[in-house]
């Protein structure tokens, strides 16, 4: 089903969505970035149409709702141990755009598929989640989701696009998915069709004919490493990664603002007033933090800036692939948020342009 | 809503033995029930923890049917907090967790366990099986180094084991005390292992990771296959069950795929 509505139109169908689900977009903060005068996009329960940020990519990607900064696992009083319960968390709805509804189904890979057992605390959130898509045409300036093969996304439920028709919305359903959602829209188009049966030539002129476009080309493009097996000179090549342990500052930036980055730490912690009661928190961690690697005891397997960042980049665009199977996709969805984020401009994109370079002069040498 | 198993919930168990090892390490003894908590194999380990202080993976050192060993190294919070407790204390446990020793491909050959300091503690069951079923194997060899006498662990079984098999100890520091016994490392006593019969031989090496290294490197040099060589691994951890991505290397996951991997794996794991 495909529709053009007002944005009052579309406003009621918030109103109704919202009884039954609380609906997450990107949302503009207005000087709260990183620095002066600058403003910061983040995912948010919305309420209205004007609350949403449509134009702009949003700093950070939506996985936090799923996979909080620091969620609490377990709660202890004296010798009892109790998992919260999230029962009062009305099912979800997250309008994204369509690299990071690709990035979602990485952390289902990783969460749910990965090891010998799915993850609880992210399988129920996650049966929570239902996926709406902002239309993306252009993508953005460090974009390179083309590349990536994370460009397009069916799994949506219904899909927004502002950029049909100058004053309307163009909305399609996806009828096959959440039946649930299908009523939202059928009752309230329904009605709007009757009201307006006077006015058919207009609805006609509103053409709903529409179709949903994703991005066919970014600026950034990447050439991936077409290896099954990365050769062993290339973890320690020092023209490849040498220029990282002094540009990357370990601030974790990039770790925070993928949407694909699913480590964490389990950190142990017991309240001021009571020593006897605490709780267990599961909390974001960063490969390019100190200490990731770090055992008790003193043993770090990874020292420097420059061997973490091949760490990650190999996990991205090489490492997933092989684990997961020829089938899936890298785990990168080409989001560049990465990019955007990193306060030494690192580029990423470069990264895998240089690392796939030099896989192949290597290779003629 | 479906129910969901949580593999994160640590259940309650009573420590039922302490015996000091050394200074800074123990061998803490609990009782388990088979029929509610999962028994481990050769070279698993558990998620251990203590409320609100937190978590950490140790590996089995001994289990018979109504009890597990873990032996535990003082070195950072959780352990410092374990060395406080006493008998009759909780610690809680979570998994078994990683793969095992093959010791049932071991039937028959000649093994041969190097184990440098608390390396010997994730191997120690092994040898305790084969202590128990020695007719297993053709021929059975345990190397041990330790830095200094006072970091010699389980000498109540080492004693033990002497009767039965040859099992070298040498110290990195030689004492008074240790006159006249091996001293140097590991790697320099590879060589009076008896390599009559190289193709029949697997080699067991664990301990930290240089040690690892340049043992594994002697023993290929005498002829051994890398594929015959096993190792244990040990990385930081932070759930035990390949969600938290603490303990990748490439695209394997050392507590599921791992921590024991033939030295042909084992080598192409680059940190």
Known sequence: MKKNITKEEFNKIFNLLSEYYNVYAPVKKKGDGAFSNTDIIYYEKVTNYDDIEWNEKSTYSPKDIIFPISQTIMNFTYDQVYVPDIKSIKPIYILMRPCDINGIKRLDEIFLRNGVEEDFYYKRLREKVFFALIECVDGFENCFCVSMNANKSSDWDFAISNNKHQSLISIEINEVKNSKIKNIFESLFSTNTTNNNSNNSNNSNNNDNFEIFYPEKNFKKVTLPNVEEMPSFIYTDSKLWDEYKERCIACGRCNTTCVTCSCFSTNDLHYDDNPNVGERRRVWASCHIPKFSLMAGGHDMRKDNASRMRFKTFHKIYDYKKRFGEEKNHMCVGCGRCDDNCPEYISFSTIINKLSARLISKEKI | ?271
């Open chain 2, 1 to 271: 809503m479906n129910m969901i198993k949580n593999i994160y919930i640590p259940s309650p168990h009573i420590i039922i033995d302490i015996i000091k090892e050394t200074e800074i390490e123990s061998t803490y003894k609990f009782k388990i029930d088979k029929s509610t908590f999962k028994h481990p194999s050769y070279g698993q380990f558990y998620e251990v923890s203590l409320p609100m202080i937190g978590e950490a993976p140790i590996s089995v050192s001994n289990f018979e049917d109504d009890y597990v060993d873990l032996t535990i190294r003082k070195v950072g919070t959780l352990t410092n907090a374990i060395h406080c407790l006493k008998k009759g204390d909780v610690v809680y446990l979570r998994g078994p967790y990683g793969n095992s020793f093959p010791v049932d491909l071991l039937t028959d050959r000649h093994l041969v366990i190097a184990a440098g300091g608390c390396g010997l503690s994730p191997v120690r069951s092994v040898i305790n099986y084969f202590y128990k079923n020695i007719e297993k194997l053709s021929k059975f060899e345990v190397l041990m180094g330790f830095k200094t006498i006072n970091d010699l662990l389980f000498k109540y079984d080492i004693e033990k084991w002497e009767q039965k098999f040859k099992s070298l100890i040498t110290l990195d520091q030689s004492c008074e005390l240790w006159q006249g016994k091996p001293v140097g490392l590991i790697t320099d006593y590879v060589g009076q292992v008896d390599f009559s019969d190289k193709d029949n031989m697997s080699v067991i090496i664990v301990g930290p990771p240089i040690m690892i290294k340049f043992t594994a490197e002697k023993f290929i040099a005498s002829g051994i296959k890398k594929e015959n060589i096993i190792v244990s691994l040990e990385r930081n951890m932070s759930c035990g069950v390949g969600k938290c991505g603490h303990c990748k290397i490439d695209s394997t996951y050392i507590c599921c795929d791992g921590p024991i991997f033939t030295y042909d794996q084992a080598e192409r794991l680059i940190d």
